[in-house]
């Protein structure tokens, strides 16, 4: 590809290895920042690339400004002042960004940036960090068709699928109601296997059965039997930030006017696991909410 100068800002859990995948493609020159610097230091030791001393320091030369930060409001804040985005960032150039977001947010963001002449994608993320290690992360786009073809090869560094979903606030959109479904089938999962652990049915041979029958899914498949199952529970997504995405999601089926009873549950049930587990624990650990309602665990 045409060389790009690309800046990146927000190295968390997944911001982190998609940023490291930029770093190691060719043509790219990559700039970094995050709030916390020493993550940012540790970056740069580890995958090389300019460790920048704020927003408007990555951004300044770059063609395309990336962001993955908790949500759309914290991108927001990153825009105005003399150290943010719009200081140093020139016509024509584009910020996409990867936060899972809200859709009015990311359309507030598009308009001011458009007033200097700036392009803006919401351009969300599935696929999880070994996903993002992997450079096959699925990213879902909304905004201008030609801008999103202009800055694919970019996007290509850490993306397998890459699909343009509509205008601004589209990709937010799909996003939270992916990760909705995410949240039902983990808690549906959850309270199936409860019940049949008590009934005397082993959560091994439960999910075996399941996994070749109708009620399959990603938590069925995947998530239970590595991480419930082993009582393993790594931390790689906050259930803090499945908690906000459903809450989107349940907010776009209202805003819409969709009766919407199961996603206004399902996030009631999210805010209810974020408020008892903590800002840290991992979306998976909701599962130690219904063991402890039922006094079972599912092991
Ligand atoms: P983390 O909580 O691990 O990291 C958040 C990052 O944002 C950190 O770099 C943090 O900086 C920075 N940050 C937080 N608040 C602010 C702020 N106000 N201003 C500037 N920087 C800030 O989150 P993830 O990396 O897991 O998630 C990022 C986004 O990607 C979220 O929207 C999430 O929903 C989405 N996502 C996450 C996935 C995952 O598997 N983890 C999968 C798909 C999407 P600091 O180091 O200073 O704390």
Not at 38 to 45: D, I, K, N, T, V
Request: hydrophobic residues 45%.
């Amino acid at each position: 590809m045409a060389s790009r100068t690309v800046a990146f800002l927000g190295l968390g859990a997944i911001g982190r290895p998609m940023a490291a995948r930029l770093a190691h493609a060719s043509g790219i020159t990559l700039a970094v920042w995050n709030r916390t610097a020493e993550r940012a230091q540790s970056f740069g030791r580890e995958h090389g690339g300019r460790v920048a001393a704020s927003p408007a320091d990555a951004a300044r030369g770059a063609d395309v400004v990336i962001t993955c930060l908790p949500v759309s409001a914290d991108v927001e804040s990153l825009l105005e002042g003399d150290a943010g985005l719009l200081a140093s960032m020139a016509r024509g150039a584009a910020l996409v960004d990867c936060t899972s977001g809200d859709p009015a947010t990311s359309r507030r963001i598009a308009a001011r940036l458009a007033e200097q002449g700036i392009g803006f994608l919401d351009a969300p993320v599935s696929g999880g960090t070994s996903g993002a290690e992997q450079g096959t992360l699925t990213v879902m786009v909304g905004g201008d068709a030609a801008l999103l073809e202009g800055v694919r090869p970019v996007l290509e560094a850490f993306g397998k699928k890459i699909v343009h979903c509509g205008p601004v606030g589209a990709g937010d959109a799909l996003k939270s109601v992916n990760n909705a479904l995410l949240a039902v089938n983990v808690w549906s999962t959850g309270e199936g296997l409860a019940a049949l652990a008590k009934a005397g049915v082993r959560p091994e041979v439960a999910l075996d059965v399941i996994n070749a029958s109708s009620g399959r899914s990603n938590a069925s498949m995947n998530l239970f039997p590595e991480r419930v199952l082993t009582r393993a529970f790594p931390r790689t997504f906050r259930v803090a930030l499945l908690d906000k995405d459903v809450g989107i999601a349940a907010g776009v089926a209202r805003e819409q006017k969709v009766p919407s009873p199961l996603l206004q549950l399902t996030a009631e049930l999210f805010r209810l696991a974020h408020v008892e587990l903590g800002e840290e624990a991992d979306h998976v650990e909701a599962v130690k909410l219904i063991e402890r309602w039922a006094q079972q665990e599912i092991a």
